[in-house]
């Protein structure tokens, strides 16, 4: 499982970014897909997922700012975030689980800087 993630950048407080990742390779195997976010000094943390049948877990920080979307079509999650604030800053990471072993998969991580 491959996964290429797009999107991030520098963003004034209040503004929005969208951040997308598309899976490729063995995609039969992904049940949950996602985001995590490590900023400087701390331990990465879930921001979002959202299972293949559709069910979404949003990290508290983020609830009702951040919309976390799947096109299984395109095997490609969406992650829109609203009202951006200082603290999202962070390298965020895109995540895949495996169904049957639960192995994660990782993409290249992007950055998202939010600061006037």
């Known amino acids: 499982v491959q996964l290429q993630a797009s999107g991030g950048g520098l963003v004034q407080p209040g503004g929005s970014l969208r951040l997308s990742c598309a899976a490729s390779?063995?995609?039969?195997?992904?049940?949950?897909m996602g985001w995590y976010r490590q900023a400087p000094g701390k331990q990465r943390e879930l921001v979002a997922s959202?299972?293949?049948?559709?069910?979404?877990n949003y990290a508290d920080s983020v609830k009702g700012r951040f919309t976390l979307s799947r096109d299984n079509v395109k095997n490609t999650v969406y992650l829109q975030m609203n009202s951006l604030k200082p603290e999202d800053t962070a390298v965020y990471y895109c995540?895949?689980?495996?169904?049957?072993?639960?192995?994660?998969?990782w993409g290249k991580g992007t950055q998202v800087t939010v600061s006037s």
């Open positions: 959202v299972t293949n049948g559709g069910s979404t």
């Open positions: 995540n895949a689980q495996n169904r049957w072993n639960g192995r994660d998969y």
């Open positions: 390779g063995n995609i039969f195997m992904i049940n949950e």
